[in-house]
């Protein structure tokens, strides 16, 4: 029966995110001109054209059109272009935050495998340590294929206010944007995975994946104190987000393999995830991708083998000689998952993805993670929910379909900070 409800959770839930967000159609925008008095000729041949003449009946720039149906016969509409490509830039990001949210969701309980599954339990250090050794060996080793597929949203220009008074940083200027940007995300991601491995360790997989989720509240909560526009949608999704993290995380099912300590630290990881979406979304529009990602994952490597050496060395050197080939085999396993996919190939997507969807809505998809993360963690490591986890679940999926559908970000918000 449990198998069957959280099955069902997630097709309702895939029904919710692809019905409900993809195939909205975007909003009508009226065009205003104010220089002169123009008229619109309408000439047709084999394919319907527009012309915009102004009073002398010269040909103005040509204008997109659109066949919109309406009570069955094709009726031509002016649509502004912009409209269009912010409409379709939205979906996109909406399909990529939906894959980086599968990636995320497995993170939890491969990790927590590495102490679910072996004999001997291995440093929290070390395993911090090769997740992001590998994390920048797949990003130097992928990056030139990446680009090729991932649109950068630096070559777009800067529009917030942040963006433009970033140049005028004293440490921008001295070191280059590039360096500043990695510096400062690689060191809340550091934070944010160390304290996440951490939590893990010592609670179940499920709760550190309910936990991280508590940056969907963080994340537009610090937007909206800085002046940005939040739908009220949007904040009564966070609610019922809030509220299923609350719910679940009282499961009795889940007592026998969880600690306040482990939770505890998950929570806070989410505070230094949450800065780390913030930021990011700030230095995506000034710095390359492929120079921020990689700058980034230098500075979380350099702190992680930091760590280890000065903290976690002797206790990594007796963990690999007394672990078993299958520990080692498994360890091997778990840092090679989470630093290509987790920490390479998702980071990339997550810049524009979270550039086109911006930060609230990009957190209120990540809010699904808990629910295909105890999916696979109840295949992978025999976690089950009770009633509170599935009471907890379902306020998520009432979640997910305020948040799918949310009217989209405005691409000409008249506020001087806005959310995409």
Not at 179 to 196: D, H, I, M, Q
Not at 208 to 234: D, H, S, W, Y
């Amino acid at each position: 029966m449990g198998r069957k409800l959280i099955v069902a959770s997630a097709i309702i839930l895939s029904r919710i995110i692809f019905t409900g967000a993809f195939t909205r159609p975007p909003p009508s925008r009226t065009l205003k001109y104010q220089d002169c008095v123009r008229n619109i000729r309408v000439t047709t041949s084999e394919e319907l054209d527009i012309q915009v003449r102004d009073a002398e009946q010269q040909i103005i720039t040509p204008v997109p059109l659109q066949d919109v149906v309406v009570d069955g016969m094709p009726t031509p509409v002016l649509i502004d272009s912009e409209e269009v490509d912010a409409t379709n830039k939205y979906r996109a990001g909406l399909i990529t935050i939906g894959f980086i949210t599968l990636l995320f969701a497995s993170n939890s309980p491969i990790l927590r495998s590495a102490w679910e599954s072996t004999s001997s339990a291995p440093p929290v250090l070390l395993i911090n340590a090769a997740v992001s050794v590998v994390g920048l060996v797949g990003v130097i080793a992928s990056s030139s294929f990446l680009n090729q597929i991932v649109s950068d949203p630096s070559a777009q220009g800067n529009t917030s206010k942040d963006a433009i008074n970033s140049g005028n940083d004293l440490a921008a200027r001295i070191l280059g944007p590039s360096a500043v940007a990695g510096a400062e995300l690689g060191l809340w991601k550091f934070l944010g995975t160390t304290t996440n491995i951490y939590g893990l360790s010592q609670t179940s997989s499920d709760h550190g994946a309910f936990l991280i989720q508590l940056t969907t509240l963080i994340v537009p909560v610090v937007q909206g104190i800085m002046g940005v526009p939040i739908p009220k949608q949007i904040w009564a999704a966070i609610g019922l987000a809030l509220g299923g993290v609350v719910i679940f995380t009282q499961d009795p099912n889940q007592s026998d393999c969880a600690s306040l300590e482990g939770d505890i630290l998950c929570a806070l990881a989410a505070v230094f995830y949450a800065t780390y979406d913030l930021r990011l979304f700030h230095w995506g529009k000034l710095v390359p991708t492929n120079e921020l990602i990689t700058t980034k994952m230098v500075t979380q490597s350099l702190l992680a083998l930091s760590m280890l050496y000065l903290l976690g060395r002797q206790e990594t050197l007796d963990f690999l000689s007394d672990s078993s080939a299958d520990d080692l085999k498994l360890v091997g396993i778990v840092a090679l998952w989470s630093g290509l996919a987790v920490n390479c190939v998702a980071p990339y997507l997550q810049v524009s993805g979270q550039q086109a969807v911006g930060p609230a809505r990009a957190q209120i998809l990540y809010a699904s993670q808990p629910l295909w993360a105890a999916i696979m963690s109840f295949f992978l490591l025999g976690e089950a929910c009770g009633i509170e986890g599935f009471s907890g679940g379902a306020l998520f999926l009432v979640a997910m379909f305020l948040a799918a559908t949310a009217e989209n970000p405005d691409p000409n918000c008249p506020e001087k900070e806005c959310e995409v």
